[in-house]
């Protein structure tokens, strides 16, 4: 794929007006009673009034897959909503669909390859690799151009993801029950369930396949290591804790 250079300007615009929204539903439904007509208007003067600068610099959605660290078959798709902090740091907020009723999943912090070489060796461990997702074609951007992907898949493909689920709505749990959970990316062909990647694909009128074409003349960087842990069988996970901290009862 021929590599077209767009001003950053141009780049952001294409990133902010992009559509490929509103096709997947949530896994869930919360129990609850409906909202009343009060709630509705409360909920729709806030919005007008107050101010949500850090929401609005959401400005980037990545779609791309999970699993659970540990477990392989623990898969789900998950749908980014991302801030850039600088050229070294995003945060993202994940949901488990793109509709209204999406449900918040978790978080990930992206870095750079030069912030993580400089993170202890037992942090690196909880962190992992972007690089198959994208030179897979695995992630992708709904709704932009080709060419303006291309270009940000680019700038990804050497950084590191952290990533914590707190609501499993993978494993039809209708409220976020249990431990906070960390997550894993996929490294190689085979790990991935297939029959997800084209449900996905057919929702935004994608092919991995050709994605994963088009960026072959991007370059794969070395992966640190320490990273991937679970690779090495050095799984990581969050666990519950009934020990008392001194002071506290």
């Known amino acids: 794929m021929k590599k077209i250079n767009l001003p950053a300007t141009f780049l952001m615009f294409l990133v902010l007006s992009g559509c490929g929204g509103e096709n997947t539903d949530s896994n869930v439904k919360a129990p609850?009673?409906?909202k009343t007509a009060k709630t509705k208007v409360l909920g729709a003067g806030a919005d007008l009034i107050q101010d949500k600068t850090p929401?609005?610099?959401?400005?980037?959605?990545?779609?791309?897959?999970?699993?659970?660290?540990?477990?392989?078959?623990?898969?789900?798709?998950?749908?980014h909503y991302v801030t850039q902090l600088n050229e070294d740091v995003h945060q993202a907020i994940i949901f488990d669909g793109n509709d209204e009723n999406a449900k918040i999943m978790g978080i990930e912090y992206i870095v750079s390859a030069k912030l993580f070489a400089k993170l202890p060796a037992?942090?690196?461990?909880?962190?992992?690799?972007?690089v198959y997702e994208v030179k897979s074609g695995e992630l992708i951007a709904p709704g932009i151009p080709e060419a303006v992907e291309h270009e940000l898949m680019e700038k990804l493909v050497s950084t590191y993801g952290k990533t914590i689920h707190t609501?499993?709505?993978?494993?039809?749990?209708?409220?976020?029950?249990?431990?906070?959970?960390l997550m894993m990316g996929?490294?190689?062909?085979?790990?991935?369930?297939?029959?997800m990647v084209s449900e996905r694909d057919k929702n935004f009128g994608v092919s991995t396949s050709k994605k994963r074409e088009n960026r072959k003349d991007?370059?794969?960087?070395?992966?640190?290591?320490?990273?991937n842990a679970w690779e090495k069988g050095e799984v990581r996970q969050l666990q519950w804790s009934n020990k008392k901290v001194e002071g506290h009862h």
Do not use: C, V
Request: no cysteine; net charge negative; charged share 25%.
């Open 32 to 34: 609850g009673e409906e």
């Open 55 to 79: 929401l609005k610099k959401l400005n980037t959605y990545l779609d791309g897959f999970h699993f659970y660290n540990g477990d392989m078959k623990g898969q789900m798709e998950a749908h």
């Open 122 to 130: 037992e942090e690196k461990k909880l962190w992992h690799s972007h």
């Open 167 to 181: 609501w499993h709505t993978d494993r039809d749990l209708q409220l976020p029950l249990g431990a906070p959970m």
């Open 186 to 195: 996929f490294t190689q062909d085979g790990q991935l369930d297939t029959a």
């Open 218 to 227: 991007i370059p794969s960087p070395s992966i640190d290591p320490l990273a």
